[in-house]
């Protein structure tokens, strides 16, 4: 018999959990752990279990997220016009949203079932199922309306798309979001040099310049307690760029990444930039089997361009990836332009998503436009013909 069990914490998670999610650390108990310890104020966790009678065969990350305008929404100087339509997509999306996924985190890291045990039909009717319990869960205890569900970042080769008939019984639209930008690494890329050696002369030339220009800048890794004792500054440079996006749905808590390095240790990694013993700028890095997944990062304004830190952060995250023998790194979504310049390739992903009142899922494909705008970005092309 098929059933599903809903777990409020990570503590009460069946034994076996770790043993069914092996192959993605995002789903394993170490990261969830973090997460739970150290999550946005504005998002609740809740863990399904997938059972075939008392065996294990499948899971979900659900998230509870509470959207607010202040939240998405950061830029202050906007037009009358985008003024209009913030608040219609504010009036639409605002209030809770749950989440089959992980929002803090680019990628499908929020389900698995295991084939050889459970049909993909299957699973997700439990999944929804799940969903549904939740939605009564949190109106009963907290008075709160659920106003939209979504299950989130799919590539285009997933077979959840084959499902169609689960997602237009349960009114759910496909939506294209924006891609996620990778970078594979070639078999014969051994060292820094190798991949510098494909370069063409053009950006062979650009890696040059970007490394000049860090002029007595240095980078070097930050272990548990220096990241407990710089947390502060950690969090006020990822604030830097973090409140310069154009939209966004949480603000990380100033502990969270001493959280994940506590528990994932050597699979977290936390690089500082350093001026006159100053830490100016960051970026971390999940290592997640054989994919180094770019995580957040932060700087101080006044020294992003002159040093074009952001950039050599890109460059330092391939040469980690490269010397440690990975076979992709994940650079994530925005400044797609700039990713591409390394090598990063765009791939598509689509999230499924309904709002609860029909009226209004009926236009949300529309209005979701305007929560996920296209950017207009040309892909740079840096290796030889």
């Not at 305008?69 to 219609?88: G, H, P, T, Y």
């Not at 008075?143 to 689960?166: C, G, P, Q, S, V």
């Not at 510098?196 to 890696?207: F, G, T």
Request: hydrophobic share 40%; aromatic share 14%.
């Amino acid at each position: 018999m098929k059933s599903f069990r809903i777990y409020h914490s990570v503590a009460n998670l069946p034994p076996s959990w770790d043993g069914v999610v092996e192959h993605d650390i995002f789903l394993q108990t170490s990261y969830l752990k973090a997460v739970e310890e150290a999550s946005p104020n504005n998002i609740q966790f809740f863990f399904v279990g997938i059972f075939n009678d008392d065996v294990l065969v499948g899971v979900a990350i659900i998230q509870r997220v509470q959207l607010y305008l202040k939240d998405m929404f950061r830029a202050i100087n906007v037009s009358c016009v985008k003024e209009f339509f913030r608040d219609v997509v504010s009036k639409v999306l605002k209030g809770n949203v749950l989440v089959v996924g992980n929002l803090t985190h680019t990628g499908q890291h929020g389900v698995f079932f295991q084939k050889e045990n459970i049909t993909q039909a299957t699973y997700l009717e439990l999944v929804y199922k799940a969903l549904e319990a939740i939605k009564n869960h949190i109106k009963t205890n907290q008075n709160k309306t659920i106003r939209a569900i979504m299950f989130k970042d799919y590539f285009l080769d997933d077979t959840i798309h084959l499902e169609t008939n689960f997602f237009n019984t349960n009114k759910l639209h496909k939506v294209t979001v924006q891609p996620n930008m990778v970078l594979k690494i070639e078999a014969n890329w051994l060292s820094f040099n190798d991949y510098l050696n494909e370069l063409n002369k053009k950006y062979k030339s650009r890696y040059k310049t970007a490394r000049k220009k860090l002029n007595g800048i240095t980078c070097s890794e930050l272990d548990l307690e220096a990241i407990k004792t710089n947390s502060n500054r950690l969090h006020a440079l990822y604030l830097n760029v973090s409140n310069n996006a154009k939209f966004n749905t949480f603000i990380l808590p100033e502990n969270h990444f001493y959280s994940l390095k506590r528990y994932l240790q050597d699979n977290f990694k936390v690089f500082g930039y350093y001026l006159d013993e100053e830490l100016i700028g960051f970026f971390t890095l999940i290592q997640n089997e054989q994919h180094l997944e770019t995580y957040f990062l932060g700087y101080d304004e006044a020294h992003q361009y002159k040093n074009q830190l952001y950039l050599n952060m890109l460059y330092s995250m391939l040469e980690f990836g490269i010397i440690n023998h990975f076979e992709t790194i994940v650079y994530a979504r925005t400044a797609m332009e700039i990713k591409s310049s390394v090598g990063a390739k765009a791939k598509p992903m689509f999230v499924y998503m309904k709002h609860t009142n029909s009226f209004m899922n009926a236009v949300l494909k529309q209005l979701f436009g305007l929560m996920n705008p296209k950017q207009d970005w040309e892909e740079r092309h840096p290796f030889k013909s």
